[in-house]
């Protein structure tokens, strides 16, 4: 069986191609595998996602072309096949057709990924460590921690390099040629090496499809960052998948100038001005609970040996703890607050009182009863119970 020829390392803009059926197997699944002499379709490999599209048979029967894998065979020699909806006759020709959206969405964020990893190893000495390229994310691992101001520079470099539409040249250099090109790569490679060079930016190894030039990219947006084993991982987005990311943002910072009758710049001091007033409202609310409980708690018999209450499901989880020590204080047995309702389940603490009982005898019965979850120590357990109602917890705790 001879090797499927590679359409895309003859252009990565290849969209239509014609080849015949070298064979097609039936999977577990229900789908089918088929092999081509020559495709244009990129299987999954480096990290990116594999191109879908169709091909069309003779008679205009089309298979959804769902998946492009590549594999070793038994040979020890790579194999490209499409994971097809139905099966389709070995020796059968065919016409391909990728989804040209999608693959030129990717070749736009891998290369945009080449400068923005180009910039970091030549300016900072980091290597990227791990790549993806999904549908929706893309995603750079760099062995090396890079500052917030540090990333806005290396972002307005790349989007400089792109406006310069400087040309991205792919090749397979002999191995003579190879010992006098210094390019990056995440591991050691053999045989035959592909080297995309985008010159003043980056020289790399890598087998996927890039665009001619870098204006294409259109521009590079990052859009998340996070520290990430030791290093930085970040996320960015390139041409198309940029523009859609900045439109919804500028439509939500809309919505918010609309709500606070303001402009775009005045909305950041709008929402800290906001959230002031909701952390003093915060802090008047839970003042007044305060006040509340001290009534509350001074109206229970002090001679009851145990004490549980009940509120609703708002309530605070610190005021739930005040209130457990404030009662374990003057109570004998077991204190508790239960908070929620039967619908929704509740979360409770208790503590033990100035006898000091094992406040883990109640989580044990609670566990017991009505399959509780949680636990703690003898002095004060805490955790959540659900498919019960408050006289049925009432009725069980009371009677400790």
Known sequence: MGKTVELYYESAYITEFDASVLYCSGREDGKFEAVLDKTAFFPEQGGQTPDVGKLEAADGTEFEVLYTGIRKTDLDEDEIYHVLDKSIEAGASVHGRIDWEHRFSNMQQHTGEHI???IVNSKYGYDNVGFHLSDTEVTMDYNGVLSAEDIKEIEKCVNEAIWKNISVVASF??????????????????????IVNIEGYDSCACCAPHVERTGE????????????????????????RALEFLSTEHDILSDLAADFTTSFDNVPSSVARLKDENAALKANLYADREKLLEYELAEIDKGLKNVFLFKGADADANLMRKTVNLLAADHEGFCGVFAGNPEAGYRYIVASGKAEGDARTVSALLREKFGAKGGGSEKMVQGSISGVNSEELADCCNNL
């Open 173 to 194: 250099p002999s191995e003579d040629e190879l010992k006098d090109i210094p390019y990056r790569s995440k591991k050691e490679l053999t045989g035959a090496i592909r």
């Open 116 to 118: 923005f990893s180009g």
């Open 217 to 240: 990219i259109g521009l590079l947006k990052v859009v998340g960052v996070r520290g990430y084993k030791g290093g930085v991982r970040v996320n960015i987005l390139c041409g198309k």
